[in-house]
């Protein structure tokens, strides 16, 4: 039976870890993964662990092991170095005492092998199959968002919710700022699925909250990291107590799915325009008062966009704008 190990950092799983995972799986009849996170790192070794584990829940003969290390007695450093191998060799050995087998996409799992007295066999060293690191992601995150697997993408995800009482202009808002930063967007569901708001079931809302959190999910699969997003739940649970005096009951998964990096709130002061479908405008107005309300019980910080419709977009853009530039 051959024992084989990879480890890594995984800051964060990319897909040509993934890649270097499926061809050790090859390799062996047992793999184990370890993950090396040190303390002054802000991505806990649990996280990382799932990321791996859910691209891989399928392979029995493959584990996942993480290893919690100070810098202070373990070197942190990616460089092929002789002394720094030879320290972290005995920490795998004392991991590994029978496997037989290291498999690395680096210079220095040559060295790790020698001292371990055990086979290396490289893998893509030169980075040409998957040509990206996670130092590459970490400092360019659009440019190598498509070497994330899906397991790892919703951490990484920069989602900007627009927000409102009715016709003040969310829905085509959501549309310009995706196509003017060429990123994936999410229709707002309530407008899908309840045809119109003077007219539906409280029950319908919870559909409502529910696919609205599928759809999120959805788009973070897609070609950016930014996903602009019309509506959230807390604008549902709103019209929950607007509408019906009732509180809307949802779970932990859909709170998460709607969290968000950013909140734009489209201030009231525009022309209400009723389409037919729309409550009056002085429910509209009293509804803006109550979505304002459930925020500040949630501790929801919202960025209020005011002004005719330019006015709006350009507030938009430049806070989104300041918001990517935090995530570089």
Not at 26 to 53: F, G, Q, Y
Request: hydrophobic letters at 40%.
């Amino acid at each position: 039976m051959v024992k084989a190990f990879v480890f890594g950092k995984f800051l964060p799983f990319h897909k040509g870890h993934e890649a270097m995972i499926r061809f050790a799986l090859t390799k062996c009849d047992h793999l184990t993964v370890l993950i090396c996170c040190s303390d002054k790192e802000n991505i806990p070794a649990a996280k990382r662990k799932k990321w791996i584990e859910i691209g891989f829940e399928t392979d029995k003969n493959m584990e996942v092991k993480t290893f919690n290390y100070s810098e202070n007695e373990f070197p942190n450093t990616s460089v092929s170095s002789l002394e720094v191998s030879k320290k972290w060799s005995a920490k795998f050995k004392a991991f590994f005492p029978d496997y037989d087998l290291v498999i690395t996409s680096e210079e220095y799992g040559y060295f790790v092998a020698s001292f371990m007295e055990i086979k290396h066999i490289a893998f893509d060293i030169r980075k040409q199959l998957f040509p990206v690191s996670a130092t590459a992601v970490r400092n360019d995150l659009f440019t190598n968002w498509n070497f994330l697997p899906d397991s790892v993408k919703p951490d990484f995800a920069i989602k900007v919710v627009i927000l409102g009482t009715e016709s003040t202009g969310k829905t085509t808002l959501t549309e310009h700022l995706a196509n003017h930063f060429n990123c994936s967007f999410v229709k707002e569901t309530g407008r899908d699925l309840i045809d119109n708001s003077n007219s539906f079931e409280f029950d319908d809302l919870q559909l409502v909250a529910t696919e609205h959190a599928n759809r999120i999910d959805k788009a973070i699969s897609g070609k950016s990291p930014l996903i602009i997003i019309d509506t959230d739940i807390h604008i549902t649970k709103s019209y929950s107590k607007f509408l019906f005096d009732k509180t809307l009951e949802v779970e932990n998964e859909i709170y998460n799915s709607n969290k968000a990096s950013l909140y734009l709130y489209l201030n009231n002061d525009v022309k209400f325009v009723q389409d037919g479908t729309r409550l009056s405008e002085n429910d509209r107005n009293l509804l803006d008062l109550l979505h304002r309300q459930v925020f500040t019980q949630h501790n929801i910080e919202i960025v209020e966009i005011t002004g005719d419709w330019e006015q709006r977009f350009d507030k938009a853009v430049t806070t989104i704008e300041q918001l990517i530039k935090v995530n570089e």
